[in-house]
T-cell receptor, first 111, second 114 residues
């Protein structure tokens, strides 16, 4: 079946540093989503990507849809304490109505 | 505020008992989903529904059943709970159109089966 590998599993960074994380798939996707989850809450959508090579920003967050359509990247610039949480990628192929999720990157920001 | 409402927020359930997790959305989304979240395994799809009246199996459907009598509600039932069903359960919805639309999640139900 389809697999999504997300890395790193966890990160400890200093406030103000930039963060990079990525997801790779064994299958080709036509949609990539990035979510953030805070403790005790559901995942919240950060960025949606629909086209290979697409680069999309949301404030200090930037995500890219890989050219091979098998990977995606999320960057956070100038991290702040409220960036703490778990970041998930999710991918889907056309018409399946089903998304596969990565196992998450747990981000901790040290003030 | 529009969105997805899940109930209960948390529950402790004895093994062998049945339970229904409720999910309601007011966004008129046609597709709805149930995921379970376990440490180290991320979110795994249990069941989904493309539209009212239809349902489908996800990655981990065994031990769970769903129904979709109308657009807004998508309950998940555990007929006879087992300890391995201890998890956090998330309901989600999306508006399917010409391309895959993002999932919108509820805040989850934390279930402990003893």
């Amino acid at each position: 079946g389809q697999q999504l590998n997300q890395s790193p599993q966890s990160m400890f960074i200093q406030e103000g540093e930039d963060v990079s994380m990525n997801c790779t798939s064994s299958s080709i996707f036509n949609t990539w989503l990035w979510y953030k989850q805070d403790p005790g809450e559901g995942p919240v959508l950060l960025i949606a990507l629909y086209k290979a090579g697409e680069l999309t920003s949301n404030g200090r967050l930037t995500a890219q849809f890989g050219i091979t359509r098998k990977d995606s990247f999320l960057n956070i610039s100038a991290s702040i304490p409220s960036d703490v949480g778990i970041y998930f990628c999710a991918g889907s192929t056309s018409g399946t109505y089903k998304y596969i999720f990565g196992t998450g990157t747990r981000l901790k920001v040290l003030a | 505020t529009a969105g997805i409402t899940q109930a209960p927020t948390s529950q402790i359930l004895a093994a062998g008992r049945s339970m229904t997790l409720r999910c309601t959305q007011d966004m008129r989304h046609n597709a709805m989903y149930w995921y379970r979240q376990d440490l180290g395994l991320g979110l795994r799809l249990i069941h989904y529904s493309n539209t009212a009246g239809t349902t489908g199996k996800g990655e981990v459907p065994d031990g769970y059943s769903v129904s979709r009598a109308n657009t807004d509600d998508f309950p998940l039932t555990l007929a006879s709970a087992v300890p391995s069903q201890t998890s956090v359960y998330f309901c989600a919805s999306s508006l399917e159109g010409r391309r895959n639309s993002p999932l919108h999640f509820g805040n989850g139900t934390r279930l402990t089966v003893t």
